[in-house]
């Protein structure tokens, strides 16, 4: 049992900002690779940014220099800081895990899909 629970979503107006919250609990997340994933209306799921075992951070073009994915080791929480927001930002946004130690980066995590996925919290941005 590996719970992921997302919070944070909301609906906000273009240029404001959001923080996301991802709790996990069952794993070790020293070992994992965690990711934010976004699913527009009528769209698969997109990986935006990953987290690797070793605290790398890597980002799509898209998210890159607007968004910051970190990770409370204490807390075992994923956190996405999301600023200067647009409306094509809009989605469901949801957390993932690994256990396995792998390549972690929005293409890797597009490519090969994660193990563990929570049920998203919505956000939309209105012009």
């Known amino acids: 049992q590996v719970p992921l629970l997302e919070r944070g979503g909301d609906s906000v107006q273009t240029g404001g900002s959001l923080r996301l919250s991802c709790p996990a609990s069952g794993f070790t997340t020293s070992s994992n690779c965690r990711a934010w994933f976004r699913q527009g209306h009528g769209e698969g799921r997109e990986g935006g940014a990953t987290f690797d075992e070793e605290g790398r951070t890597a980002y799509t073009d898209s998210a890159e220099g607007r968004f910051t994915i970190s990770k409370d080791y204490s807390k075992n929480t994923l956190y996405l800081q999301m600023n200067g927001l647009k409306p094509e930002d809009t989605g469901l946004y949801i957390c993932?895990?690994?256990?396995?130690?792998?390549?972690?980066?929005?293409?890797?995590?597009?490519?090969?899909?994660?193990?563990?996925w929570g049920k998203g919290t919505l956000v939309t941005i209105s012009s």
């Open positions: 993932a895990a690994d256990t396995p130690s792998r390549s972690c980066t929005p293409a890797s995590v597009d490519q090969y899909g994660m193990d563990y």
